[in-house]
């Protein structure tokens, strides 16, 4: 992995410049430092940089935004949810039958983490 971040940063900086470059390196040891064998070899890794990296202000502004915005949809959804499925453990609504203990105890967020490191590597992004 050292291999492909000096690399990946020897080439980074030259497209995007000096001034990226602390940026690059702290992203880079993150990103590393969570790279797991199952998420792919170093040559995985090095297109994984190279393809998510924003190296200009323009491209950065645009990905905070839009992961701002989307975060925002999905942690409110999931808090819909979860207060829908806890209604009628939560509120004075009648008798609560097992299944209802089941719904309520469910957490629709419980593997938010687990899709967005190793499957679609969303994290990964934010910490490039």
């Known amino acids: 992995m050292n291999d492909s971040k000096v690399k990946l940063e020897k ?17 880079l040891k993150q990103v590393a430092e969570l790279w797991r064998t199952e998420d792919g070899s170093a040559s995985v890794f090095e297109e994984f940089v190279r393809t ?5 202000q ?4 645009v990905m905070f935004n839009r992961f701002e915005h989307l975060l925002e949809q999905l942690n409110g959804h999931i808090t819909e949810i979860t207060r829908e499925f806890r209604q009628q453990s939560d509120l004075d609504l009648g008798t609560i039958y097992p299944f209802d203990e089941l719904f309520a105890g469910y957490s629709a967020g419980a593997h938010v983490t687990d899709d967005f490191f190793p499957k679609i590597k969303l994290a990964f992004i934010v910490l490039l």
């Open 11 to 27: 080439d980074l900086v030259a497209k995007y410049g000096e001034p990226q470059r602390l940026r690059l390196q702290r992203g």
């Open 52 to 56: 998510n990296f924003a190296g200009d």
């Open 58 to 61: 323009p491209t950065l502004d």
